[in-house]
């Protein structure tokens, strides 16, 4: 069995797929991708391999969202199963000397950021990654001013404050992807 999400293996992706083949007592691996969208775009290169994808999921590429992915791909895939797997503990860091008034965050997490800026009452220039890891990533090499990460990535420096923290549980989607015959 392979099982394609979205990597490295930082990911809460990575994770949740390790996490199916483990409780399940699946023999497999997990070939991880840049973002979600390479995976969809190229479904039909994986004739009978697995997708696990999270039901939080939005691309700020294609726009679309999980219920968006989930219908528009009915005939290339099948819904074998759904399970329930915590996100690694996220959260929101400020940099108290930042370059820039930016936030960096994954789509899902828009939520989040947008909620803590309301009542925090700021209003940085939000940008997009493709997962939490890269928001990080992007957060330190810019100097950014906020970013919502996965706790296990993080170094604090004596300017950074953790302003809030979060444990959210999460519903994750396992997909078998049909071969050319299957699909109507």
């Given at each position: 069995?392979?099982?394609?999400?979205?990597?490295?293996?930082?990911?809460?992706?990575?994770?949740?797929?390790?996490?199916?083949l483990?409780?399940?007592?699946?023999?497999?691996?997990?070939?991880?991708?840049?973002?979600?969208?390479?995976?969809?775009?190229?479904?039909?290169?994986?004739?009978?391999d697995?997708?696990?994808?999270?039901?939080?999921?939005?691309?700020?590429?294609?726009?679309?969202?999980?219920?968006?992915?989930?219908?528009?791909?009915?005939?290339?895939?099948?819904?074998?199963?759904?399970?329930?797997?915590?996100?690694?503990?996220?959260?929101?860091?400020?940099?108290?000397?930042?370059?820039?008034?930016?936030?960096?965050?994954?789509?899902?997490?828009?939520a989040?950021?947008?909620?803590?800026?309301?009542?925090?009452?700021?209003?940085?220039?939000?940008?997009?990654?493709?997962?939490?890891?890269?928001?990080?990533?992007?957060?330190?090499?810019t100097?950014?001013?906020?970013?919502?990460?996965?706790?296990?990535?993080?170094?604090?420096?004596?300017?950074?404050?953790?302003?809030r923290?979060?444990?959210?549980?999460?519903?994750?989607?396992?997909?078998?992807?049909?071969?050319?015959?299957?699909?109507?």
């Amino acid at each position: 069995m392979i099982i394609h999400t979205l990597g490295p293996e930082a990911t809460d992706s990575c994770q949740a797929a390790r996490y199916y083949l483990k409780e399940n007592a699946v023999c497999g691996r997990v070939q991880l991708h840049c973002r979600f969208e390479e995976i969809i775009d190229h479904l039909m290169d994986y004739p009978g391999d697995y997708f696990v994808i999270p039901a939080a999921f939005k691309s700020y590429r294609a726009h679309i969202d999980w219920a968006d992915f989930h219908y528009a791909h009915l005939d290339q895939l099948t819904l074998i199963s759904c399970f329930r797997y915590r996100l690694n503990t996220l959260v929101l860091i400020r940099r108290q000397n930042a370059a820039n008034k930016i936030a960096y965050t994954h789509p899902s997490t828009t939520a989040l950021l947008e909620n803590y800026m309301q009542q925090a009452n700021v209003q940085p220039l939000i940008k997009y990654t493709d997962s939490k890891y890269l928001a990080y990533q992007q957060y330190n090499e810019t100097k950014a001013q906020y970013v919502i990460t996965n706790q296990q990535n993080i170094r604090l420096t004596s300017q950074e404050k953790i302003e809030r923290t979060y444990t959210p549980d999460m519903i994750w989607c396992l997909y078998k992807i049909k071969n050319e015959n299957q699909v109507k």
